[in-house]
T-cell receptor
Framework: SAVISQKPSRDICQRGTSLTIQCQVD?????MFWYRQQPGQSLTLIAT?????????ESGFVIDKFPISRPNLTFSTLTVSNMSPEDSSIYLC??????????FGSGTRLTVV | AQSVTQLGSHVSVSEGALVLLRCNYS??????LFWYVQYPNQGLQLLLK??????LVKGINGFEAEFKKSETSFHLTKPSAHMSDAAEYFC????????????FGIGTKLQVIP
């Protein structure tokens, strides 16, 4: 199955700034997903990013806050914009594998102070 | 619409004892079901998945789960717990028929007592 490299693994950021998270896959994949895992909670899908089209955002998430790029079939970025302490979470990217499963990156642990 | 309910946010078992983590799902169409494990400070690792083949699914690390449509359940079991099984476990559901949105349960933290 695909191997995902996600960067950075963790960061501490000042409120009002932005952080861009990168997700690199070792093979070409059509569908990539971005999730948020708030402290003590489950994963929530932020958006689905398909190469060559605009990302599709879930209810409660907007492009101005979480812009996503998908320039090719092996790479995607998620930016968390104008951060507040409420954005402190783990952010994970995920790709669909060839057998109706999904592989996850190791996550980016974000703390906003 | 789809959802997952994991009964028990924390489960403790003795080393060598049976592990049973409960998951019930709701889906308006035939589902795909997954169990993922998350070790501290790591991402999610797929344990096993049900994609409408055999109802008893065997996964990695000795885990298995049985899809019971009549009970809308997909409970995770392991006959004998090991200390290394201590982690958080997530049940998840998606609609069948290709790649669809995955909805996760709230997770169950498994503690293994020596």
């Amino acid at each position: 199955s695909a191997v995902i490299s996600q960067k950075p693994s963790r960061d501490i950021c000042q409120r009002g700034t932005s952080l861009t998270i990168q997700c690199q896959v070792d093979s070409q994949v059509t569908m990539m997903f971005w999730y948020r895992q708030q402290p003590g909670q489950s994963l929530t899908l932020i958006a689905t990013a398909n190469q060559g089209s605009e990302a599709t955002y879930e209810s409660g998430f907007v492009i101005d806050k979480f812009p996503i790029s998908r320039p090719n079939l092996t790479f995607s970025t998620l930016t968390v914009s104008n951060m507040s302490p409420e954005d402190s979470s783990i952010y994970l990217c995920s790709v669909a594998t060839g057998d109706y499963g999904y592989t996850f990156g190791s996550g980016t642990r974000l703390t906003v102070v | 619409a789809q959802s997952v309910t994991q009964l028990g946010s924390h489960v403790s078992v003795s080393e060598g004892a049976l592990v049973l983590l409960r998951c019930n799902y709701s889906s308006s169409v035939p589902p795909y079901l997954f169990w993922y494990v998350q070790y501290p400070n790591q991402g999610l690792q797929l344990l096993l998945k049900y994609t409408s083949a055999a109802t008893l699914v065997k996964g990695i690390n000795g885990f298995e789960a049985e899809f019971k449509k009549s009970e809308t359940s997909f409970h995770l079991t392991k006959p004998s717990a090991h200390m290394s099984d201590a982690a958080e476990y997530f049940c998840a559901v998606s609609q069948s028929g290709g790649y669809q949105k995955v909805t996760f349960g709230i997770g169950t933290k498994l503690q293994v007592i020596p």
